[in-house]
């Protein structure tokens, strides 16, 4: 019979590893007096040089299937509408445009994911580099979607009008702007407790937007084309780029690994 190390029979106390001072101690532990919690740092050049080996596993991580569908699905109706249009001599305006392209803004709060986020302290790179790899990849996607819905309206309509059809940089702009806000909420829900539901979350809060923006008078004539007076078609287009770029930013702020859901502790009060 071999002796028991008595080692492997001791009971150790918990360590904090978790990089955040504010945490408490686990029940029980003595602290860890004069070896505070220290947050992590990443040396940039040792993450930069591992992008090329992680991009295959972008790339084949990516929800294609998801995707794609979305954007097929509103090409697919808005082409059955757009063969309608042509035999019934009703061409299609942007509205339909706009309709068609809900499923594909829809599909990017389920692209929109973050598997290392548990373990973002212990990966070689940051967690957002996974987020903003698969955006990049769906960029071409909804961008080819965007230009054949832009061809099935110019289908729609007979040869004589196309050249008098009305400017669609405004509808461009207004389509970014949907898809941007719809990466913004996909974010923002993946830092909060709902974090595991992700896109089930994300995608009706970001149609409740859309529609908002769309229906609502107080603010539908300043950010719908054609634009009611005083707005115009131009001035449309930089408030969709502006809410764009906010979008974008507010992205940023919401990928980034040093966020701590429960920062502060709350004070015990014991009654006397």
């Known amino acids: 019979m071999h002796e028991l190390n008595p080692l492997a029979t001791q009971t150790f106390p918990e360590v904090l590893t978790v990089p955040s001072a504010n945490l408490p101690q686990t029940e029980g532990a003595p602290p860890a007096v004069g070896l505070p919690a220290q947050r992590t740092r990443r040396s940039r050049g040792s993450w930069l040089r591992t992008l090329p080996l992680l991009a295959r596993h972008i790339a084949r991580s990516m929800p ?42 829809a599909v990017l709060a389920f692209v929109l994911t973050a598997p290392f986020r548990p373990l973002t302290q212990a990966t070689p790179v940051p967690a957002w580099v996974t987020q903003a790899g698969y955006l990049l990849l769906a960029a071409p996607v909804l961008a080819a979607t965007c230009w054949g819905q832009l061809r099935l309206m110019d289908y729609s309509m007979p040869a004589a009008s196309v050249a008098r059809a009305p400017a669609v940089y405004p509808l461009i702009a207004q389509l970014t702007g949907w898809c941007a806000i719809t990466v913004t909420i996909a974010a923002c829900v993946q830092r909060s407790r709902y974090a595991g539901l992700g896109g089930a979350v994300a995608a009706p809060i970001s149609f409740a937007f859309i529609a908002l923006s769309w229906f609502l008078p107080a603010i539908g004539r300043w950010l719908n084309e054609p634009p009611a007076p005083p707005a115009t078609t131009h001035g449309v287009t930089i408030t969709w780029y502006a809410i764009a770029a906010a979008a974008l930013v507010v992205t940023c702020v919401a990928v980034r690994d040093q966020w701590y859901r429960y920062g502060r502790v709350p004070s015990r009060r014991h009654s006397g």
């Open 64 to 105: 294609w299937v998801t995707l794609v569908s979305g954007c097929l699905v509103g090409a697919a109706v808005l082409a059955l509408m757009a063969h309608n249009a042509r035999s019934s001599q009703a061409p299609l305006d942007h509205s339909a445009v706009r309709i068609a392209f809900l499923p594909a803004a």
